[in-house]
T-cell receptor
Framework: TQLLEQSPQFLSIQEGENLTVYCNSSSVFSSLQWYRQEPGEGPVLLVTVVTGGEVKKLKRLTFQFGDARKDSSLHITAAQPGDTGLYLCAGAGTGGFKTIFGAGTRLFVKA | KAGVTQTPRYLIKTRGQQVTLSCSPISGHRSVSWYQQTPGQGLQFLFEYFSETQRNKGNFPGRFSGRQFSNSRSEMNVSTLELGDSALYLC?????????????FGSGTRLTVV
């Protein structure tokens, strides 16, 4: 059974601080996605990483896919209150089927 | 361009009843997946459909079933509801045959079983 472990589960930081969220597995994924979810809404796709070692940047967010395609990280620089939300990583299995999700990291950025 | 539409948004049912949830994917998207989200378990995979064919099914009891129609719209049904079925049910669509490039999610149906 494929599992994705996210850490930390909860993070409360001050505006302007940097943070990193980790997503780890013993399984290889064909791709890994990061989503952000706000209360009462569905997750919104932030980025998809496909190639081992790939790094993608989205403004203050930096996403990295591990060389072996088993893990990923999300780094936020100078966090802002608008970054508050639940961050989910998701791995697509072999052939791109049956995407599984990590339990999520709940981020709270205080002004 | 309309997003993924799920109806109804909220639903209250009694134990033992059955429920049908509906999902209309983005126009042109032929892949639809369903997830159950609870505070304790996170997002758990239910089903995955492409062109009316169920490609994968998660580890849920047979009370959970689904289908996809020729217009890509999808429904899921839960029979003999239990209190533990209370959750946010999310539908997601993709234009690709694989889910490798990620999904667009609907806002979900919040099911409460009393």
């Amino acid at each position: 059974t494929q599992l994705l472990e996210q850490s930390p589960q909860f993070l409360s930081i001050q505006e302007g601080e940097n943070l990193t969220v980790y997503c780890n597995s013993s399984s290889v994924f064909s791709s890994l996605q990061w989503y952000r979810q706000e209360p009462g809404e569905g997750p919104v796709l932030l980025v998809t990483v496909v190639t081992g070692g790939e790094v993608k940047k989205l403004k203050r967010l930096t996403f990295q896919f591990g060389d072996a395609r088993k893990d990923s990280s999300l780094h936020i620089t100078a966090a802002q209150p608008g970054d508050t939300g639940l961050y989910l990583c998701a791995g697509a299995g072999t052939g791109g089927f049956k995407t599984i999700f990590g339990a999520g990291t709940r981020l709270f950025v205080k002004a | 361009k309309a997003g993924v539409t799920q109806t109804p948004r909220y639903l209250i049912k009694t134990r033992g009843q059955q429920v049908t949830l509906s999902c209309s994917p983005i126009s042109g998207h032929r892949s639809v997946s369903w997830y159950q989200q609870t505070p304790g378990q996170g997002l758990q995979f239910l089903f995955e459909y492409f062109s009316e064919t169920q490609r994968n099914k998660g580890n849920f009891p047979g009370r959970f079933s689904g289908r996809q129609f020729s217009n890509s719209r999808s429904e899921m049904n839960v029979s003999t509801l239990e209190l533990g079925d209370s959750a946010l049910y999310l539908c997601a669509s993709s234009p690709f045959q694989t889910a490798s490039y990620g999904y667009t999610f609907g806002s979900g149906t919040r099911l409460t079983v009393v």
